[in-house]
Structure formats: C-alpha cells, structure tokens
C-alpha cells in the first residue's frame, strides 16, 4: 500500500525556521508530481509549494522568497525548507502526490496526514 508520511512539524518563534519531509512510501509506484498545501483554522487548503508533472516548480506568493521545495528521488522524498517563518503561516501542512501505481495500473492523488506548524509571534 502507498502511502505519504510527514514530519518535521512543531513549534517556532517568528523569524525562525523548520523543514518539513515527505516519504512517499511503498512498492510499485512512481511519483508523477509532488508538494505541499496548508490549512490555517477556518481557512480553505491551499497550495504552498509543488513540483508539477512538467517539473516546474510552484509556489504561493506569500512564500516566495523563504520557503523552499526540494526532493531527493532516490529517496521518494519531497523536503519544504521554511525560513523567515510568519505567525500566519501557522497551519497544518500537507503532502499530496499524484503516484503512478502499478497495481492496480492507475494515477491517483495521495495525501498525507499532515504536520502541525505553529509560530509564535
């Protein structure tokens, strides 16, 4: 069974830093594109930063310029490098994936369990 697994989350002061992981575990899959999103109470889910299926990079506007996205494919992993960390990037953080799995042969939307992200002001 394939499935995303999320760490890294906690508790910061304003100005500091986190990186968050996802190991996208398993056998028999490959990994079509992969990111994260965010959830803040009472907010929709919204996208942080993502490689697409065409390999470009996205990212929220209001992270440009701190956060990071990277992976390491050996590894089925995707990393969100979070500097320079605001009170309202306080939230619950998501990896989602689209994996190509072999059995059944199908593309399908993963998404991980989520991390919380808190920073103090």
């Known amino acids: 069974q394939v499935q995303l697994v999320e760490s890294g989350g906690g508790l910061v002061q304003a100005g500091g830093s986190l990186r968050l992981s996802c190991v996208a575990s398993?056998?028999?899959?490959?990994?079509?594109?992969m990111g994260w999103f965010r959830q803040a109470p009472g907010k929709q889910r919204e996208l942080v930063a993502a490689?697409?299926?065409?390999?470009?990079?996205n990212y929220a506007d209001s992270v440009k310029g701190r956060f990071t996205i990277s992976s390491d494919n050996a590894k089925n992993t995707v990393y969100l490098q979070m500097n320079s960390l605001k009170p309202e990037d306080t939230a619950v953080y998501y990896c989602?994936?689209?994996?190509?799995?072999?059995?059944?042969?199908?593309?399908?939307?993963?998404w991980g369990q989520g991390t919380q992200v808190t920073v103090s002001a």
């Open positions: 989602n994936a689209d994996l190509r799995t072999v059995r059944p042969f199908a593309t399908a939307n993963y």
């Open positions: 398993g056998t028999g899959f490959s990994i079509k594109a």
């Open positions: 490689f697409t299926r065409d390999g470009d990079t």
